[in-house]
């Protein structure tokens, strides 16, 4: 029997900024559903990124995004009774949902100050080409690359 096929929900803009993509970062900070206050965040974030940078808040988040995104990553495969590590190349949606997933990660596993600081730092750094974020998708292209040897098992 075939699979029941998936609707693709279409996601609303961002009231102020008009951003699909700030929406989907907005909705990855969402925590217990609380979107409110996750938008008052991002909206504090990006307060502090113009306050910080002297630039558009929405261009630093775009590079930051494009900075961290991984072009390709390691996927577990079995042949035999061996499991390889076959390198894969990641789809548009997916590059783009790993890198705000990453951003939001290394902020909050930072210490110290409020979680709109942590972001907005985190964002420049990554803007930048720096930062926790950034040293994920490096190590996740070193471990493809190291890998390079399995990608004929690629399906």
């Known amino acids: 029997m075939r699979r029941k096929i998936k609707i693709k929900h279409?996601?609303?803009t961002d009231p102020v900024y008009n951003s699909k993509e700030i929406e989907k970062f907005t909705n990855y900070l969402l925590?217990?559903?609380k979107k409110s206050i996750a938008r008052q965040i991002v909206y504090k974030t990006f307060e502090e990124i113009k306050n910080k940078t002297k630039s558009d808040p929405v261009a630093?988040?775009?590079k930051a995004i494009d900075n961290v995104s991984p072009w390709i990553q390691v996927r577990s495969k079995r042949v035999g009774g061996a499991t390889y590590q076959v390198p894969k190349e990641i789809p548009t949606e997916k590059r783009i949902s790993l890198a705000m997933r990453w951003i939001i990660v290394a902020a909050r596993a930072k210490k110290?100050?409020?979680i709109a600081s942590r972001l907005s730092e985190e964002?420049?750094?990554a803007s930048k080409n720096e930062g926790t974020a950034v040293k994920k998708r490096e190590d996740t292209h070193r471990m493809a690359e190291a890998n390079r040897a399995f990608a004929h098992f690629a399906w």
């Open 60 to 62: 630093v988040f775009q």
């Open 123 to 125: 964002l420049i750094l």
């Open 112 to 114: 110290g100050k409020n």
């Open 31 to 33: 925590w217990e559903g």
């Open 10 to 12: 279409t996601l609303g």
